[in-house]
């Protein structure tokens, strides 16, 4: 019997599109219409984003958690987090954690060394991009990594917040992305991070200048491999 995946949501839309990842691409492992178990907790947005803008991860930290417990009892066998900013407490849930997760980052990570990258620009909330969750994975692995400069930051970060997560997509959004992936391509990059779990909404390799690395979706990924074959 394939594993149980337990899912630890942040914003809905992300964790929407990671959940519906896994029930759509699991027919092609385990036959039609069939996916492992899941089970998803997710706490109100606003308790995450009231802990990042005082930047208190072990507040974070303590969400997750509590998240994690639930879905424990619940009887998943390991867990997932389709949100690339709250990663950032993944050092003080780890150790306290009852299951084991998967990282995004390093899923992202992998991928770009098996598909031969080796700059990547990373995109997100500023919360993400102003800290070390993508380019300790990065650097680790190898790779190097260029972050949107102030004005980017800003910008992106609002557009996730304000339209994003809450469901608005607007081609204003889209070519804002394309800007600032544009600018990446000129500086060497050969690929980008769509680091935040909404960004795959309305970027794609279709309209971006540089190939994509969609986290919630190589994440979904590497949980039907791990759920199904023990590993990702």
Known sequence: MPQHIGIVGCSAEGAALCYRTICAEGAALLGP?????????????AAYVDC????????????????????????????????NTIHQAMPLVAPHSPLPWLHIAEVVADAAVQRGFHRLGITGTRW??????YPDKLVARGLQYLRPNDAERDELGRIIMDELVCGIF????????????????????????????????????????LPTLDSTRLLARAALQRAVHGRT
């Open 170 to 209: 607007r081609p204003e959004a889209v070519a804002s992305f394309q800007r600032v992936m544009e600018r990446m391509k000129n500086e060497g990059c050969d690929a980008v991070v769509l680091g935040c779990t909404e960004i795959p909404l309305i970027i794609n390799d279709g309209n971006s200048p």
């Open 33 to 45: 219409h069939a996916h492992p178990e899941i089970s998803m907790h997710t706490p109100s947005l």
């Open 52 to 83: 990042l803008d005082r930047g208190d991860l072990q507040g974070v930290a303590d969400l997750m958690l509590a998240s994690a417990r639930k879905l424990a009892a619940a009887g998943a066998d390991f867990l997932i987090c389709p949100d």
């Open 128 to 133: 993400l991009v102003d800290s070390a969750v």
